[in-house]
């Protein structure tokens, strides 16, 4: 089924309309005088010198005329509607159009050299970061991407698309080696200054959960007693076993304490071997694969999802949005700060090149593509697009087809009279 290309009226076609009807009226009205005065001319028994010269103009200018009147004409169609051979050439050769277009475009624009050529006199870099770096334009790139985000968003809770994010996500996991990762962040932090402030709110919380379960455990030393050991024995046991915890703890808590330093070093020793030892690493990536296939685990990564939707939607459309507000500071220092910046700028033009580069060995697809798209048009409709494009200007070949006609008649015409 082949492709209808009739496109809407628009001021553009029909001012192309137009112009294709005063200009064929034109080249119609000036061959027709032509004819009118060779006719005329023609009755005149004893026709003189000015007569004959006009005579032979005319009828050079009819035969101008008419021989660019058929050419014009045979492009687009068969003269008065006869099958003369090599007319219609548009509406017969449109596959062959089709072909050279695309080998037009695939050899022209989609050459290497030339998408290099061109993306490096335009410098994209640059320019982007002269646009971004002007306040109305950054609140407009992040207007733009915030009036987007909220339908990203919501298109994101759709059930099937969680689902399959959860689960190409779970794989990627699943197939990741976490361990080193996770003992080089481990190092980080032990090394950095909010280890100790971490682990003193670590240890300050287990002091408070043994405070507040003193009673539990008092009731677990007594049940798990022999029957016959007093209940003052067993509350000294819970007593001595809840003060011993409390030492460790108060030692741990000292900032020099040789417990405090065994401690860290512990901590140090298994991030060490999370990237050193293969065992070690084996049995931290199968903890992690448990945990990612866990039931509760995924319910909480989902309920946590839902609750960011919620909140990142709430703020989206709040007039004061702290998220807008965000991405607006964010475009201007990107322009800001890249428009100083000139290495980043050239690696930025130099990412824009060879994304465009990539093009290149699709280009005998684009071409064929071209090529495939315009052999599906109805090949009327394209005979009428071109020739409203085209057709006006067509049509001044036929208004200079028959002025020169009459004037190289005229100047035959002069030749013979005066020489011959």
């Not at 200079?400 to 190289?408: D, E, I, M, R, W």
Request: hydrophobic share 50%; aromatic share 8%; net charge neutral.
């Amino acid at each position: 089924m082949q492709e209808s290309l009739d496109p809407a009226p628009t001021d553009a076609l029909e001012r192309q309309r137009c112009a294709l009807r005063r200009n064929r009226v034109l080249a119609t009205g000036l061959l027709l005088i032509a004819a009118a005065a060779f006719f005329a001319t023609r009755f005149e028994p004893h026709p003189g010198f000015w007569l004959l010269l006009l005579r032979a103009g005319a009828e050079a200018a009819v035969v101008g005329g008419l021989a660019d009147w058929f050419a014009v004409t045979a492009l687009f169609r068969h003269p008065l509607g006869l099958p003369i051979p090599h007319t219609a050439i548009i509406p017969r050769s449109k596959d062959r159009i089709g072909e050279g277009l695309g080998d037009f475009v695939e050899r022209n624009f989609l050459a290497p050299e030339i998408i290099a050529a061109r993306l490096r006199s335009m410098e994209p870099g640059r320019r982007f970061a002269g646009w971004l770096a002007m306040p109305e334009n950054a609140m407009r790139a992040a207007d733009q991407i915030a009036d987007a985000l909220p339908y990203v968003v919501r298109s994101l809770g759709d059930p099937a698309i969680q689902d399959f994010v959860a689960r190409s996500f779970g794989e990627q996991l699943k197939e990741m080696d976490l361990a080193p990762v996770a003992g080089r962040l481990i190092t980080l932090f032990t090394a950095s200054s909010q280890y100790d402030a971490l682990f003193d709110r670590a240890l300050d919380t287990a002091l408070a959960a043994l405070s507040a379960n003193a009673d539990r455990i008092y009731a677990i030393v007594e049940e798990r007693s022999r029957w016959w050991v007093p209940k003052t024995v067993n509350r000294r046991v819970a007593t001595a076993l809840i003060e011993g915890i409390e030492e460790v703890v108060a030692e741990l808590r000292l900032p020099d304490s040789e417990a405090r330093e065994r401690f860290r070093g512990t901590i140090e020793d298994v991030a060490a071997s999370l990237s050193a030892s293969p065992e070690r690493r084996l049995r931290f990536n199968e903890a992690k694969n448990r945990l990612i296939e866990h039931p509760q685990m995924q319910a909480w990564l989902a309920g946590v999802w839902n609750e960011l939707r919620r909140v990142v939607l709430a703020d989206l459309a709040a007039p004061a949005s702290r998220s807008r507000e965000a991405a607006r500071t964010a475009m201007l220092t990107l322009g800001q700060t890249l428009a100083r910046d000139l290495e980043m700028q050239a690696r930025l033009d130099s990412t824009i090149e060879q994304a465009a580069l990539a093009v290149v060995p699709w280009r005998g697809q684009i071409g064929a593509l071209i090529a495939e798209v315009v052999r599906g048009w109805d090949a009327r409709t394209v005979t009428r697009r071109l020739e409203l494009a085209i057709g006006s200007d067509l049509q001044y070949i036929r208004m200079n087809g028959t002025l020169v006609g009459a004037c190289v008649g005229c100047a035959l015409y002069l030749i013979g009279y005066y020489l011959f």
